[in-house]
């Protein structure tokens, strides 16, 4: 899906489907898994891709969980401010990032 809107539009639907998206990539998968609720799947994802994306996966699964200190530490890897809003909106937010890229 070459349309970045479109593809976002079918990331948010796939949701409420058994499987995320075929065409995701490792941190999309974490993200979905992550907005979902299923935080064990998404952390295992995001804590083996070692670059700044994965950085920020990693923080906005620790807020998830609760644990501010340790999200703390990967957004300052990912070059990221450490944030505290809602983190459903954060997930569609680097998701729809992940997919514009």
Same mark, same amino acid.
């Given at each position: ?27 999309? $998968? ?32 620790? $807020? !998830? ?17 450490? $944030? ?9 937010? !680097?998701?729809?990032?992940? !997919?514009?890229?």
């Amino acid at each position: 899906m070459s349309d970045p809107t479109a593809a976002f539009d079918a990331f948010v639907l796939s949701l409420d489907a058994d499987a995320p998206p075929p065409a995701a990539t490792p941190m999309q $998968r974490a993200v979905w898994h992550g907005l979902r609720g299923e935080w064990n799947a998404a952390h295992e994802l995001a804590q083996v891709q070692e670059d700044a994306e994965g950085a920020w996966v990693h923080a906005w699964l620790h $807020r !998830i969980e609760g644990d501010l200190g340790n999200a703390d530490y990967w957004y300052r890897q990912a070059h990221r401010p450490a $944030r505290r809003g809602d983190t459903r909106d954060e997930g569609l937010e !680097i998701a729809r990032a992940l !997919i514009s890229k």
